[in-house]
């Protein structure tokens, strides 16, 4: 941001740390499925058959590993490409390089 252009800014009246209550499906096989198919990629998956969500407190906050932030810029990803790019980077890595790269990026 320059400070000879102004940026407006939203700001709500509920706290970012703030929890709160979802329907989730903790299924990882039926998801992991569904997202294998290619025209599925940016489909907005719905949960069919014996996949039931469970109610859970998330907080309302994205923490992401600064290692991440140049893949989640670098193009569109979808929520189950983040997941399997975490999932890659935890189970492949074996140089865990410079530890500040393994902090949390608040947004």
Known sequence: MSPKCPQTMKTTTQPTWAWKDVS?????????????????????????????????????MLMLLLALVSYVV??????????????????????WGDASEWTLAFE
């Open 24 to 60: 989730m499906v903790k299924d990882r096989v039926v998801n992991e499925a569904f997202f294998a198919d290619e025209t599925n990629r940016t489909a907005f998956w719905i949960p069919m058959g014996k996949t039931q969500p469970e109610k859970v407190s998330l907080p309302r």
């Open 74 to 95: 670098e193009a569109p990803q979808t929520a189950w490409e983040l997941h399997q790019e975490i999932v890659d980077k935890v189970t492949n890595t074996t140089d």
